[in-house]
């Protein structure tokens, strides 16, 4: 790190809710249709025509502010934010300027299952999607032209504004992580950066240490929609190094808007904000302000699943560590497995190791996730329950595990049909171990003359005769027994 | 508050409208007067008034989230002045397009 | 009496009765529109088949259906910026030329369904900016009363089309004052409901905060007909009433119980003396009726054209900047993006709509926004409050509708700031979103007069019904000769 300037960057991120119609009308919101035919008179900007608000977004922009910590406003209004372009139909955007619906929350930084640093968010508000253009030939500006889908045109949209308050390219990634983590927990969005239902862009300046003047006079770059958690990480580390060495040339920082190329990991620039955009806000004449009772703002907060914070201490008091804790905290779905899994299975631990290292396995090979995995919460139960009872070794379980996903069977149906079942009968281990005795006479010499390691290869001979299905616990027990019997003998 | 013919050239280009140079003057002499006429506004003190946005003190309807049937896109393309692949065509985009 | 001299109301009854058919009706305005619509221009598009159809329809619903049509068989004209499925929906502008809508606004199916024949949408100043429908860019629109002078607008064409008895009532728009001062120099009653009563679905948006459609008609009750059918929630209009519209009652007006007040402000110079006689004539009359007339003070009237040319341009050029050439309506060739968007624009729109669009771009811009377009807006709140202390006293205000009579083509087009401030007795009701109706006063040197009664939001019981007494008062003056009428 320089030690001439300080970092400082803020993130606007962009999700869209997951409604079953627009935020203005009433047209799918449905992802990969025909081009155009999720659209109507109102999303298509015709004349005449008017927005009405959609109640499930505002419900889960309520609750998303809610889950950011945010006050939410019982008073907000809807502005007009205008500029011409092919994918904004009616050539403004509704969204929410001076007014928005929340302000004032805050998003846990954690490292190590706590909270190292608290990212405070300015504002969240709704506005609606643009449509979506599709470029003839290469790229922008070929002089083939353009063409235009507005089936995503009037998706509804939160914007969650954080104050400038990181300070490395890896406080963006793990503000940007614990975002996704707590806005996961409310269903209201699917949270995909590669298809766009989530959105960042990076605000990245340099402060001088010796400027004291206000952040927001800081020359500022801004990276645009970013497709990935690790390539805002990239950009903003990129955006520092080529600020850094402006700065150190004694050259000017450039007020832009710069893209990132995940291919050579580098930013370009887009277009100079010089002369800014004059977006002419002025408050939406077609919708009066929007009015949230207390009692209803309540009843969303009541509704409102445990934090993530809250999620870490549950998991961290169930004997899981904090690095598995992350894994789970991060998939909403593998939460939910887990936690389904652990009714029914009580020892936690357990299950929080097979499920991040054997059906994580599966999953992966499958093209599963814990949502659609086939073999669900109870069916690892059995399985662990088998292990459990001394039925399975935990070899055999992995094996057994296989089968089930292959199949979707039963754990104790496949351990029959396998034959895999362990054996636990004492007179019948007994009767290979003696077997094994008497045929290495040797070894058990050795054994008893304090090499302990060939107690090793005799439990192998042992397993070995049994197809692996004597209980190795017991396979040792019974092992020392005989031999000390051989001993007196 | 008279109005210069950089400030109307400046409003014109965010209107999207072209002005053609031998109008520049004209418009800016009509919007001029008009702008002089507003001037009086200045005389009523409006320190304490909240501005009317809505006349009526109305709290927003919410629509219930329901889908309801889209137009087809050939419906939707019937009055486009470039319909390509049932998409909206236009001219290439030079430099952002939006500023 | 001829079926285009008769009244909506006794059309809709003498349908609903089998006395008279739909098709009959409609083969008879065909009829005198052929005849008369030529010297008058009102219609931008007739659907005059169309109209046959739906006249037949309604003659072969089963009578227990047909009875329950308050507008049954009833011919109505749309102004032209109200979407329609079966025609085109211009706005009179050469960017929407041949756009047809693939809805129809909510107004036109109420009438739809009220039993209305919709015979054609009638011609406007451009987007609905002026006051003489001489800015529409396809035609112009004569005066029935006298056909070298403008019908004002801008839903001139409404107005003239009931003045001319080619259709008994026609639907308007009103932005500050769209709807009655056509129909003061038309010497037709126009009516513009409180802000909210009447959806604005379908209604392509001038000024969106103003915006009111409202009825044209020969009479009162013509103009309650209308309005009972179209105003009503509308859940396509998030700024729409829901409280229940509340129609006039069916009584005589007993005058000593009504106070009316005259504005002091609005008796001031320019205006015309034959306009400012018949005030006092009215005036009088009323008064020998047994009203109290009394002086009311408004005393934000003095600002509010300059309120209103803020307010109204503002939300025009954001509301305008739709038409772009990308999904509908014309487009002009451009070697990209930009030079499309400004060749568009700049040919598809008119002159008038132009120096709208900018004057209401740089009240928004930034570092005017607070004294032009906020400082409006605390006008506006002004303006309201003025006529909320009157109301305590009075019932209703009293004004002419217009300071002057129809003039002449050309007359006033050279000027818009003396355009502007022709509609200084309008505009106050669309900016504190009252309702207001003019009402014809008789006539000066041959030309119509209209006195404006305005009431206080969601008032429209009481001042229909003291419309309509006055209405009684005044008898009408017939209507002009056109066509070879006798």
């Known amino acids: 790190m320089n030690s001439t300037y300080e970092v400082i960057i803020g993130l606007e991120v962009h999700v869209e809710l997951k409604t079953q119609s627009k935020l203005f009308c009433s047209c799918s919101t449905e992802f990969g249709a025909d081009p155009n035919t999720h659209t109507c008179p109102v999303c298509l900007g015709m004349p005449?025509?008017?927005?009405?608000?959609?109640?499930?977004?505002?419900?889960?922009?309520?609750?998303?502010?809610?889950?950011?910590?945010?006050?939410?406003?019982?008073?907000?209004?809807?502005?007009?934010?205008?500029?011409?372009?092919?994918?904004?139909?009616?050539?403004?955007?509704?969204?929410?300027?001076?007014?928005?619906?929340?302000?004032?929350?805050?998003?846990?930084?954690?490292?190590?299952?706590?909270?190292?640093?608290?990212?405070?968010?300015?504002?969240?508000?709704?506005?609606?999607?643009?449509?979506?253009?599709?470029?003839?030939?290469?790229?922008?500006?070929?002089?083939?032209?353009?063409?235009?889908?507005?089936?995503?045109?009037?998706?509804?949209?939160?914007?969650?504004?954080?104050?400038?308050?990181?300070?490395?390219?890896?406080?963006?990634?793990?503000?940007?992580?614990?975002?996704?983590?707590?806005?996961?927990?409310?269903?209201?969005?699917?949270?995909?950066?590669?298809?766009?239902?989530?959105?960042?862009?990076?605000?990245?300046?340099?402060?001088?240490?010796?400027?004291?003047?206000?952040?927001?006079?800081?020359?500022?770059?801004?990276?645009?929609?970013?497709?990935?958690?690790?390539?805002?990480?990239?950009?903003?580390?990129?955006?520092?190094?080529?600020?850094?060495?402006?700065?150190?040339?004694?050259?000017?920082?450039?007020?832009?808007?710069?893209?990132?190329?995940?291919?050579?990991?580098?930013?370009?620039?887009?277009?100079?904000?010089?002369?800014?955009?004059?977006?002419?806000?002025?408050?939406?004449?077609?919708?009066?302000?929007?009015?949230?009772?207390?009692?209803?703002?309540?009843?969303?907060?009541?509704?409102?699943?445990?934090?993530?914070?809250?999620?870490?201490?549950?998991?961290?008091?169930?004997?899981?560590?904090?690095?598995?804790?992350?894994?789970?905290?991060?998939?909403?779905?593998?939460?939910?497995?887990?936690?389904?899994?652990?009714?029914?299975?009580?020892?936690?631990?357990?299950?929080?190791?097979?499920?991040?290292?054997?059906?994580?396995?599966?999953?992966?090979?499958?093209?599963?996730?814990?949502?659609?995995?086939?073999?669900?919460?109870?069916?690892?139960?059995?399985?662990?329950?088998?292990?459990?009872?001394?039925?399975?070794?935990?070899?055999?379980?992995?094996?057994?595990?296989?089968?089930?996903?292959?199949?979707?069977?039963?754990?104790?149906?496949?351990?029959?049909?396998?034959?895999?079942?362990?054996?636990?009968?004492?007179?019948?281990?007994?009767?290979?171990?003696?077997?094994?005795?008497?045929?290495?006479?040797?070894?058990?010499?050795?054994?008893?003359?304090?090499?302990?390691?060939?107690?090793?290869?005799?439990?192998?001979?042992?397993m070995k005769q049994t197809k692996g299905q004597a209980k190795p616990d017991m396979v040792n027990a019974i092992l020392k027994d005989v031999m000390a019997d051989y001993a007196k003998a | 508050m008279a109005l210069s013919e950089e400030q109307v050239k400046h409003v014109a280009r965010l209107a999207r409208l072209r002005l053609e140079t031998g109008d520049i003057a004209q418009v800016t002499r009509d919007l001029g007067r008009v702008l002089d006429y507003m001037t009086q506004l200045n005389a009523v003190d409006t320190e304490n008034v909240e501005p009317t946005m809505h006349v009526i003190g109305l709290a927003m309807p919410l629509r219930e989230d329901r889908v309801e049937p889209s137009l087809t896109a050939e419906a939707a393309l019937k009055n486009a002045p470039d319909p390509r692949d049932n998409m909206f065509g236009v001219p290439r985009i030079m430099d952002g397009g939006d500023s | 009496m001829r079926i285009y001299e008769m009244t909506a109301g006794d059309i809709a009854s003498k349908v609903r009765r089998k006395e008279l058919s739909a098709t009959e009706c409609m083969e008879e305005i065909a009829e005198r529109i052929g005849r008369v619509e030529p010297f008058v221009g009102a219609f931008l598009h007739l659907n005059l088949d169309e109209a046959m159809r739906q006249a037949r329809a309604i003659d072969n619903l089963p009578s227990g259906e047909r009875e329950r049509l308050p507008l049954a068989g009833v011919p109505v004209a749309v102004k032209d910026n109200m979407a329609t499925q079966t025609m085109p929906t211009t706005a009179a502008s050469k960017i929407l030329e041949g756009f047809v809508a693939p809805y129809d606004a909510t107004v036109v199916s109420r009438l739809r369904h009220a039993g209305a024949v919709i015979v054609g949408k009638t011609n406007m100043d451009e987007f609905a900016m002026g006051s003489s429908t001489e800015h529409s860019a396809y035609q112009l629109t004569r005066n029935p009363w006298d056909q070298d002078r403008v019908p004002g607008g801008s839903s001139g064409g409404s107005a003239a089309a009931v003045a001319a008895q080619m259709v008994p009532v026609a639907l308007g728009s009103d932005t500050g004052g769209s709807i009655r001062q056509p129909a003061s120099y038309c010497g037709v009653t126009g009516f513009k409901p409180t802000y909210g009563r009447v959806s604005r679905y379908g209604l392509i948006a001038f000024a969106s905060s103003l915006d009111q459609i409202g009825p044209l008609a020969r009479n009162v009750d013509d103009a309650s007909l209308i309005y009972e059918v179209i105003a009503g929630y509308d859940p396509l209009d998030a700024s729409s009433l829901r409280v229940e519209k509340a129609l006039p009652k069916a009584t005589d007006v007993s005058w000593a119980n009504v106070r009316i007040g005259v504005p002091k402000q609005y008796g001031s110079s320019g205006l015309d003396a034959g306009v400012q006689a018949r005030l006092a004539e009215v005036i009088s009359r009323l008064e020998s009726q047994g009203a109290s007339v009394v002086e009311v003070s408004l005393p934000h009237t003095e600002y509010a054209i300059a309120a209103y040319y803020l307010v109204a341009p503002a939300e025009a050029s954001s509301n305008l900047s739709r038409f772009d050439g990308v999904r509908y309506g014309y487009r002009a060739p451009g070697a990209d993006l930009l030079e499309m968007y400004e060749n568009t624009r700049a040919q598809g729109f008119g002159e008038e709509v132009k120096r709208r669009i900018l004057l209401g771009t740089h009240a928004l811009s930034a570092g005017y926004y607070d004294a032009y377009y906020l400082k409006a807006q605390k006008i506006r709140t002004l303006i309201r409050q003025d006529f909320e202390q009157a109301f305590a006293a009075v019932d209703v205000i009293l004004t002419p509708t217009t300071p002057d009579l129809a003039f002449r083509f050309g007359e006033k087009s050279q000027d818009p700031l003396q355009m502007y401030l022709s509609d200084v007795y309008t505009v106050t009701a669309n900016l504190a979103g009252i309702p207001a109706i003019s009402t014809p006063a008789g006539l000066a040197g041959g030309l119509p007069v209209g006195m404006q009664w305005l009431g206080p939001i969601m008032g429209e019981e009481s001042l229909l019904h003291i419309a309509r007494g006055f209405e009684k008062l005044w008898p009408s003056e017939g209507w002009p000769a056109l066509g070879g009428d006798a």
């Open chain 1, 48 to 462: 005449g025509v008017l927005p009405v608000l959609n109640e499930a977004a505002v419900a889960c922009a309520v609750k998303a502010a809610l889950a950011l910590n945010c006050t939410v406003h019982p008073f907000s209004k809807f502005d007009r934010k205008q500029y011409f372009y092919p994918d904004l139909p009616k050539a403004y955007q509704i969204s929410q300027y001076d007014e928005p619906l929340a302000e004032h929350g805050s998003v846990p930084i954690v490292i190590d299952g706590a909270v190292a640093k608290t990212v405070a968010v300015r504002r969240i508000h709704m506005e609606e999607d643009a449509g979506k253009l599709n470029h003839l030939g290469q790229r922008l500006g070929d002089a083939k032209g353009s063409m235009v889908d507005l089936n995503r045109a009037g998706v509804p949209l939160v914007e969650i504004v954080s104050e400038p308050d990181m300070r490395s390219a890896d406080e963006a990634r793990l503000y940007l992580t614990e975002l996704r983590n707590i806005l996961s927990y409310l269903d209201i969005s699917d949270l995909r950066m590669e298809e766009g239902s989530m959105r960042c862009d990076a605000n990245v300046s340099l402060r001088p240490l010796d400027y004291h003047g206000s952040l927001e006079d800081l020359p500022r770059v801004e990276i645009k929609n970013v497709n990935s958690i690790r390539n805002v990480y990239r950009g903003i580390e990129y955006e520092i190094a080529r600020q850094a060495e402006k700065m150190g040339r004694g050259e000017r920082i450039v007020k832009e808007t710069r893209g990132f190329d995940d291919q050579n990991g580098r930013t370009y620039s887009q277009r100079s904000k010089e002369e800014a955009n004059d977006y002419r806000y002025f408050p939406e004449p077609d919708l009066p302000p929007l009015v949230l009772t207390a009692s209803y703002i309540e009843e969303a907060a009541q509704s409102l699943p445990p934090s993530s914070m809250a999620i870490r201490q549950e998991l961290a008091e169930a004997g899981v560590t904090a690095n598995d804790a992350e894994v789970i905290v991060a998939d909403r779905a593998s939460l939910v497995y887990w936690r389904s899994a652990t009714a029914v299975f009580a020892d936690k631990r357990q299950v929080t190791n097979w499920m991040l290292s054997d059906v994580s396995r599966l999953l992966n090979a499958y093209g599963d996730t814990f949502w659609t995995a086939r073999v669900g919460p109870q069916a690892l139960a059995d399985l662990l329950a088998l292990i459990e009872r001394g039925t399975l070794s935990g070899r055999m379980a992995k094996e057994v595990l296989d089968r089930m996903y292959e199949t979707g069977g039963r754990a104790e149906d496949i351990v029959q049909s396998m034959g895999v079942s362990q054996i636990t009968d004492k007179a019948a281990i007994q009767t290979v171990v003696q077997q094994v005795v008497a045929g290495n006479p040797h070894v058990v010499q050795d054994y008893l003359s304090g090499k302990d390691k060939a107690l090793g290869f005799l439990v192998g001979q042992v």
